[in-house]
């Protein structure tokens, strides 16, 4: 798109006229006739162009409350049952193709956050069989020095802040496959170091334990940011709806491949209670020390060689679609293997409510999670007594535990698109939800603690589980990335994760301190936290075009953001903050946009048309027609216009 000024014309049938880009250094070819006698209406070769039903534009975002409820109901059916469509034609062609197609897409892209799920909620799953057998360093610390038991923990945080930031500054600055790979192998290099973890004391051990840890954190941590910029920037299909397929489910793409974190956990969990039924016969105590390092030798061995193979896939077999980073860049006058300083400090000052919104939030959203897992046990053990000496009966209560929070993952994914409810309502119900949730475990302590009052508490533990990934922890993940321009997208996303582990951290050594009650009183402040942080600097980006958003952040660039008058500002689409504090909403002005677009449709087909002229084009050009900015239509129009004026 044209990055200079636009000079609105003085009606929608001027903006079809023809439109000279000096900056661009077009030749000048030939006049066209008049377009005054055009009308814009929805027979027009460009209204899809310029009046799209799916980005809350022309037909959706100014109609009447009823009226607008009718169109999204209508719109969301109309695709439910196409989508039905689709996946039963692919059943009758081959039963196995849609679970094919599923895995393709979503395990496999999401396959770094199921080593992530696996391997780091192994670590509290580990604990428990290590505080069993051996006690005298896990438990009473008189082998082992308690602050290395604890350093297993901080150790690992720490490693995932570090990879978080650095990674995310990586993807935006070398590219999405580097990060990925990069990753993928530092994981499995942590694995390794995982599986053959070793010490002449327990001690030793522990401290190498730790530093394996530390590592492979390192390789998690930039996961965050890249399986989130990856997932949201791919497309499914390349042709003229591949942009409507990106507005109405770019945010069920990026959940369904976040919530492979799920699986890792689910797998992880059965897995060790398969391996030590094998190793120790049973999972009844005592165990044995050799059936314990047999467990968790075997566990983290098999995810290493799967990890491995997932860095192998990532540099010889996946699609990358780098054009959308590389064309930003060559927009915005930045060298393809340079990075856009100029776009984060402009991120900083511009966009600093959202970045509030998504370190804060996803801080309030970790304390609640981590903090959740930390105290599972404490959850457990009043539930089921029995846990308190067997490590099998905890894995089970966990396992059904993560089996709630699958339900809460799809939900999400079923959801996160619906414009009457989206990202920004599931983030402020879910950190209400479990707010609420903790809030009665802190008045209510005592009673529920009580046998007469278990099934309370039971209930109240899942219900916790379950909107915490029916909410935050699945809408911070998408969010982060979602909010920010293409060009520093990573970077802002992996500053939101770091800001997300720093609120792991807090419970990690709070809850050391405080007795069970304090810690339901503490953590239920965590949830109202998040919903206030959420309701004022987060926006609404459900069913808004991203590439919207790009024509905003080329304004703001370029020091006229008040020229911007198009979706990106509207009401609906901006956080509280932006809206009635900094007034931005006051640009919004659909006519107005649509003559501009006009105009900017008109100059990419003159740039297109350059090209072919010129004879050839590069690898990034033809990437910047795939992701069909242009429609056919449009190259249809601008063509016979040409044509006429040739006549």
Known sequence: MSSGPLSAPSSPADALAPHQNAQQGLPELR??????????????????????????????????????????????????????????????????????????????????????????????????????????????FTECNSNWVAAVTYLQIIGIIFGQIIVGIEGDWIGRKFGLVQDALVMTLGLVMLTASWGTTLNGWVICYAWSQFVYGIGVGGEYPMTSTTALESKRILHENAQKDDKLHRGRNVVLAFLMQGWGQLFNQALLIILLLIFHGSGNPPYGATSAQWTFRVSFGIMALMTLWLAYYRYYKKVYQSSLLKRAKRHHHVNVSGYDVRSLKLVVSHFWGRLVGTCLGWCFNDFLFYG????????????????????????????????????????????????????????????????????????????????????????????????????????????????????VRATAHGLSAASGKLGALMPAIIYNYVPNRTRFWIVCWFGFAGWLVTWVFIPDTTGLDLREQERYWDCVREGRAGDYHGIAVHPRHISVWERYILKRHRAYDPELDRQQRAIELRTLWEQQKLLVKEGGRTEDELDYEDETVLSSKASSFFANQQAEAEE
């Open 372 to 487: 959740n897992k930390l105290f599972a046990s404490t959850f457990i053990k009043i539930i089921d007594p029995a846990a308190a000496s067997n490590v099998t009966t905890v894995w089970l209560w966990n396992l059904l535990n993560v089996g709630v929070e699958m339900v809460g993952y799809y939900l999400a994914a079923l959801l996160i698109d619906y414009k009457f409810y989206g990202r920004k309502r599931m983030q402020i119900v879910g950190f209400l939800a479990d707010g609420i949730l903790f809030l009665i475990c802190a008045i209510w302590f005592e009673q529920l603690e009580s046998h007469a009052h278990i099934k309370g508490f039971q209930t109240i533990f899942f219900l916790s589980s379950f909107f915490q990934q029916f909410g935050p922890n699945c809408t911070t993940f998408l969010l982060a990335a979602e909010v920010f321009p293409i060009s």
């Open 31 to 140: 006049e066209l006739p008049p377009a005054t006698t055009l009308k814009f209406h929805r027979e027009h070769p460009l209204f899809d162009d310029l009046a799209p039903e799916e980005g809350y534009n022309h037909d959706g975002a100014d109609l009447p409350s009823s009226a607008r409820r009718k169109w999204v109901t209508a719109q969301s059916n109309t695709e439910t049952k196409r989508e039905l469509a689709v996946v039963w034609e692919m059943f009758k062609a081959d039963p196995l193709s849609p679970l094919t197609a599923y895995c393709r897409r979503y395990v496999i892209g999401g396959f770094g956050l199921f080593t992530e799920g696996y391997t780091l909620f192994s670590i509290g799953n580990l604990t428990a069989l290590f505080s069993a057998v051996w006690p005298a360093c896990w438990s009473k």
